[in-house]
Structures are given as structure tokens and as C-alpha cells.
């Protein structure tokens, strides 16, 4: 028999998200997207679509013309960067110290590329000269790199240096800030960065589905001057372009309850303004680091390229990872990840991003993540943990 559903099933149990995203979501955000819907052409849609691209380029730090969100997560967004830019038999050049970058290259295999690798080991960055010896080696036509390796939990450092070395060799550089964007500082007109894309539920505090990208305009030459069709319609951006741009012609459906999330939570970067963004993630972040420190556990980066929005935290020996991440989900309601691939066992992945790069959130993690190693017979000191991210987060 199909009853009305219980109140139990309309209501998801009490999480706080702190892994890998999706993050918290603001309450104004979740409240946004309520909002009653429009057509997708209607005046009221064209004013929140014209209020997300200012509110893009105030993030990217761009005056790019072709500045949008996509129609679906990062990874969407990724591909509609590497399929517009590459054409078929285009060498593209991809890092190999992470998760991310691996999927850079699937992608842009899928789009006709012929893909080199550039290698760092898993927990570095990408060294400049490396780069500049693969462009030497592959001569590449579009370079990719991720600003912020979720599954390393390392920043890439000296970005205008990548930029410079691709632009040298007449080729395109992209970045991937899907976990790094409005929460690590991130110059796309200054670090002259040809296309850059994000998404919306990791540093934005919004749900997934709606993704930031920007082209520049030599991006854009490329794009405009392809031999082959795009080979994805869905995410060619001539057509998505005819929707977002003045012409405001139908393309797909914006998915407007999405876009009134994306818009909200724009709103907000703009509030707190984007260098206090950029500020309050390290701060709190660092809280969460000198906390675990303090227990006598390390993270697995070095400082100059830690990044704050995802913290690597070591496994303590004879701890099983998957016990502990089971324990804080079922006891204390908090989500983070185990580590992937060379890392799996070595490292918790710990998020904190957007809504979730709070101080409640941090010193409630610290806390539930000493009790539970204590509980799994860990040697850690749990109250110095705690205290040092009380006092982190109380002399700031
Ligand atoms: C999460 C993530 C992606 C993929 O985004 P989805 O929203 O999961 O599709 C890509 N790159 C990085 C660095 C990420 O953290």
C-alpha cells in the first residue's frame, strides 16, 4: 500500500559535512531555493542569471566576458572546458599526482585529445620545471592543472608561472578550482588563467549542479575557430553561450531552482567579501590543523602548499580507518572520507569548506575525532587536540 510518507522519511538525519563535498549549505541558500519557479526566459530569470555572472566574475577575479554556470556539477563543468578547447588530435597535457587530474585526462581522451602526463608524486604540487620539461618533451596545445587536489588535499602553488610556461608555447592553460575557489585565493585575470571552472557545493555552501566557469577571450578565439563540432551538444558552449549571453535564446532549461541557490550563495561571497572568504577558510582550517597536530597527528602536505579546504590527516598506526569514519558519521553525525587511491589507509580526508568552515563545525570535529581514536585504542592526546583549536579559534 502506498501511504503518505512518514515524517521519518521526509526528514535526512542530523549531518555536519565535513568531508570532500558536498559542504554545509547556508540556510539562506536552502531557503532560496524554495523560491516559487519562473519561465526560463522571464524577466525575473534573466535578472538572477545577470546577478550570478556578476557574482562570478567578483569570484573568479575576472572581467571575462563569458562567465556562466553550468548546468551540472564540476565535472560538467570540466568537460565543457576540456571538450570546447581541445579538437581532436590536440596533444593535452595533464598532472598525475591526483584523482583529478587523472580525470582530466579521461576527459580530454574522450574529447579527441592525445594526452601526455606531467608527474609530481601524490601529496606535492606540480613543480614549474617539470612543466616546462614535459612542454618541451609533448608540446602540448592545452595544459590542465588543479588548483586545489581534493584527493591530496595539496594547493598548487606559483599558478602564473604554469601560465607563463604554457603561454610561452602558445598553448591554453586550465584550472580546475572546483575545491578551491571562494575558499583559497585564486587570481584568474592576474595569474592569467585561460579557463578556470568550479562548482557549487563544496566552497559555496549551495547543493550540487549548478558550476562556475569562465573563458577568456583568447579561450574563446580558440573555441570560435574549431574545425570539428563540439563532439558533446549538451555542453558546447556556442549553444549554452546563446542562452547566457544577450540573445537569451533556448539552448536547454536553466535549471532555475539551482540558479536561485548559485545566486544566493553568491550573494553571500560578496557580503563577507572575498578576501575575508579566503581569510576565515585559513583561519578556521587552521584551527582544525593545530588541533590535530596538538593530538599528535600529522597531515600529510607540507605547509607552503597545505590547503585549508581539504586537510589531509594522517592515520595513526594501528587505527582502521573505516572504523573511525563509520564511528564519527553514527555517533557524532559527521562525514568525512577515507583516502583514495596510493593513499587509501594513510589519510582521513577532512573538508572545510564553504558553510562548513565554521568554528562550531571544527572544534565539534576535533573533539568527536579524539573521543573516537581514543575509543579505537589510539595514542592520541585528546585534550590537547581540543584545547589547541579552542585557543586557535578564541586568540584570532
Ligand atoms: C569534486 C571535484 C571535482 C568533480 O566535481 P563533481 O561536482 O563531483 O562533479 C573535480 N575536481 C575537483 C578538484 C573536485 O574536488
Redesign the pocket.
Known amino acids: 500500500m502506498n501511504g503518505a510518507p512518514t515524517l521519518d522519511e521526509l526528514v535526512p538525519p542530523d549531518r555536519t559535512l565535513m568531508g570532500?563535498?558536498p559542504s554545509d549549505v547556508h540556510p539562506r541558500v536552502l531557503r532560496s531555493m524554495a523560491t516559487p519557479l519562473v519561465g526560463y526566459l522571464d524577466d525575473y530569470c534573466v535578472e538572477i542569471m545577470d546577478d550570478i555572472q556578476e557574482g562570478l566574475r567578483y569570484l573568479f577575479q575576472t572581467d571575462n566576458e563569458h562567465t556562466l554556470a553550468i548546468s551540472g556539477?564540476?565535472?560538467?563543468a570540466?568537460e565543457t572546458a576540456f571538450a570546447n578547447l581541445v579538437e581532436p588530435g590536440e596533444t593535452v597535457l595533464v598532472p598525475d599526482n591526483g584523482y583529478?587530474g587523472a580525470?582530466m585526462g579521461e576527459i580530454a581522451e574522450r574529447a579527441g585529445g592525445e594526452v601526455r602526463t606531467v608527474s609530481a608524486p601524490w601529496g606535492e604540487p606540480l613543480d614549474p620545471a617539470a612543466v616546462e620539461d614535459a612542454f618541451a618533451e609533448h608540446s602540448p596545445a592545452v595544459f590542465g592543472f588543479?588548483h586545489?587536489?581534493?584527493s591530496t588535499g595539496v594547493r598548487q602553488t606559483d599558478v602564473s608561472e604554469l601560465t607563463r610556461i604554457a603561454h610561452e608555447n602558445d598553448a591554453y592553460a586550465i584550472a580546475?578550482t572546483?575545491?578551491s575557489l571562494g575558499g583559497v585565493e585564486f587570481r584568474t585575470d592576474e595569474w592569467d588563467v585561460d579557463v578556470v571552472y568550479s562548482?557549487s557545493?563544496?566552497c559555496l555552501s549551495a547543493p550540487?549542479g549548478a558550476?562556475p566557469i569562465t573563458f577568456n577571450d583568447r579561450a574563446m578565439e580558440k573555441v570560435h575557430a574549431r574545425e570539428t563540432p563540439v563532439r558533446s551538444w549538451y555542453l558546447d558552449l556556442e549553444g549554452i553561450w546563446e542562452y547566457w549571453s544577450d540573445e537569451r535564446n533556448y539552448h536547454h532549461t536553466g535549471p532555475i531552482s539551482t540558479m536561485y541557490a548559485l545566486r544566493e550563495a553568491l550573494r553571500l561571497v560578496s557580503e563577507e567579501g572575498l578576501e575575508e572568504t579566503w581569510e576565515r577558510h585559513e583561519r578556521v582550517a587552521g584551527a582544525l590543523k593545530r588541533g590535530v597536530e596538538a593530538m599528535g597527528i600529522g597531515l600529510n602536505t607540507a605547509d607552503e602548499y597545505w590547503l585549508p579546504t581539504l586537510n589531509p590527516v594522517g592515520v595513526p598506526a594501528g587505527v582502521d580507518d573505516g572504523r573511525v569514519i563509520d564511528r564519527l558519521l553514527e555517533e557524532h553525525g559527521i562525514e568525512i572520507v577515507g583516502g583514495l587511491g596510493a593513499l587509501e589507509g594513510e589519510i582521513f580526508r577532512v573538508g572545510c569548506m564553504g558553510h562548513s568552515a565554521r568554528p562550531a563545525n571544527v572544534s565539534q570535529f576535533v573533539s568527536a575525532f579524539g573521543s573516537v581514536l581514543t575509543g579505537e585504542g589510539a595514542d592520541v592526546d585528546l585534550e590537547a587536540g581540543a584545547g589547541a583549536t579552542a585557543n586557535t579559534l578564541g586568540s584570532q
Open positions: 570532500p563535498g556539477t564540476g565535472s560538467a570540466m583529478f580525470r588543479v586545489g587536489e581534493t580546475d572546483v575545491a562548482g557545493q563544496k550540487p558550476s
